[in-house]
C-alpha cells in the first residue's frame, strides 16, 4: 500500500473517519408523529423520538467545509440563479441549485430545507446543496449509498422492487446564447448601434441565468463605457468642402456650405452642392 498522502480531488474521495460522521434521524410518517408518550430520548443521536426509527449516516456542513479546504483552499460555490436582488434563486419547489468549483472543476448540486423556515431554512439549503454537489466529487459517497438504501426503507418499500428515482433536470444549455450575445454586442461600432441591439435582444438574453446573466451584463456595460469614451474623445470633425460651380469671384474654391451663407452667396439656390443638403 503507498504511504503517498491524497490531495486534491482524490482527498475528496477518502471516507471520512468515524468521528465526523453524524447520525440524522429518519422515520415514517407515522413514526414522527407519534405521541410525547411514545418517544425515547435516543442514545445514538441524543434526540426524542420514536423508538424504532432509523438513523442515517451524514458528513456535517463544517466536516464537509474543512474536507473542502484541504483539498483546495480556493473552492467557491455560487447559486446558479438570483433573483432581482441578489439574491439565490428558489425554484417552485423551495429548492436550490448550486455550482461547486473545486481545483478548477465545477459540478451542479441541489438542496433544500427539508421543511425549516426562516434563517435556518437558508442554512440548511446551502448545506444541503453543498454536500449534494461534493457528492458528485465522489465525497461522502459511500454515506449516500447507504441513506439512498434506508430511504427505501423508511417508506416501507423493497429496494429491488423500487423504480428508479427521477432526478430533478440541471437547468438549460446557455452557452451558446452567451457567446452570441458578446459578439453581437462587440459588433456595434457606436451607442446607438448598443442601444438598439439592446432593444432587439433583451428578451433572448433574458432566458440567462445566474453567472451567464451576470456575464453578460458585465460585457454590455463594458462596452457602452468603452463606445461612450470613444465618442467623447474623438475630434470634431471638418466639415465637407467642395469646389464652387458657380461663384464669379470664387470658381473652383472648395467651400463649405457654411462659408457660402457667410459669403452671402446669391446663388445658393441653384448651387448643386447646396440642393444636396451639405451640412457645415
Known amino acids: 500500500m503507498s504511504d503517498t498522502k491524497k490531495t486534491g480531488l482524490d482527498l475528496l474521495r477518502v471516507p471520512f473517519p468515524a468521528n465526523l460522521i453524524s447520525k440524522?434521524?429518519?422515520?415514517?410518517?407515522?413514526?414522527?408523529?407519534?405521541?410525547?408518550?411514545?418517544?425515547?430520548?435516543?442514545?445514538?443521536?441524543?434526540?426524542?423520538?420514536?423508538?424504532?426509527i432509523v438513523h442515517l449516516d451524514y458528513v456535517g456542513h463544517a466536516a464537509l467545509t474543512d474536507r473542502l479546504l484541504d483539498c483546495d483552499p480556493l473552492w467557491n460555490w455560487e447559486p446558479v440563479a438570483v433573483d432581482d436582488n441578489g439574491s439565490p434563486k428558489l425554484d417552485k419547489d423551495g429548492g436550490m441549485w448550486i455550482k461547486l468549483t473545486v481545483c478548477g472543476i465545477t459540478r451542479l448540486g441541489y438542496g433544500d430545507a427539508q421543511g425549516k423556515t426562516g434563517g435556518n431554512a437558508t442554512k440548511e439549503r446551502i448545506g444541503d446543496a453543498?454536500?449534494?454537489?461534493?457528492?458528485?466529487?465522489?465525497?461522502?459517497?459511500?454515506?449516500?449509498?447507504?441513506?439512498?438504501?434506508?430511504?427505501?426503507?423508511?417508506?416501507?418499500?423493497?429496494?429491488?422492487?423500487?423504480?428508479?428515482?427521477?432526478?430533478?433536470?440541471?437547468?438549460?444549455?446557455?452557452?451558446?446564447?452567451?457567446?452570441?450575445?458578446?459578439?453581437?454586442?462587440?459588433?456595434?461600432?457606436?451607442?446607438?448601434?448598443?442601444?438598439?441591439?439592446?432593444?432587439?435582444k433583451a428578451a433572448?438574453?433574458?432566458?440567462?441565468?445566474?453567472?451567464?446573466?451576470?456575464?453578460?451584463?458585465?460585457?454590455?456595460?463594458?462596452?457602452?463605457?468603452?463606445?461612450?469614451?470613444?465618442?467623447?474623445?474623438?475630434?470634431?470633425s471638418e466639415p465637407p468642402r467642395h469646389p464652387c460651380p458657380i461663384g464669379e469671384d470664387r470658381a473652383g474654391t472648395l467651400m463649405s456650405v457654411a462659408e457660402c451663407l457667410a459669403a452671402d452667396c446669391k446663388k445658393m439656390s441653384s448651387c448643386p452642392n447646396w440642393n444636396k443638403d451639405l451640412t457645415a
Open 24 to 52: 440524522l434521524p429518519k422515520g415514517t410518517k407515522a413514526q414522527n408523529e407519534c405521541s410525547a408518550a411514545e418517544k425515547v430520548n435516543c442514545k445514538i443521536c441524543g434526540g426524542w423520538h420514536h423508538p424504532k
Open 204 to 236: 433572448t438574453w433574458n432566458k440567462l441565468t445566474g453567472k451567464n446573466l451576470i456575464d453578460c451584463r458585465r460585457h454590455f456595460t463594458a462596452t457602452e463605457k468603452r463606445l461612450a469614451a470613444k465618442a467623447l474623445s474623438a475630434p470634431f
Open 130 to 200: 453543498l454536500r449534494n454537489a461534493a457528492m458528485r466529487f465522489g465525497a461522502a459517497l459511500d454515506l449516500w449509498s447507504k441513506a439512498d438504501i434506508h430511504a427505501d426503507e423508511v417508506d416501507g418499500k423493497d429496494p429491488e422492487k423500487t423504480p428508479a428515482k427521477v432526478t430533478k433536470a440541471e437547468p438549460p444549455e446557455e452557452t451558446a446564447i452567451l457567446a452570441t450575445a458578446k459578439k453581437e454586442i462587440d459588433a456595434c461600432k457606436n451607442s446607438a448601434d448598443l442601444a438598439t441591439l439592446k432593444a432587439q
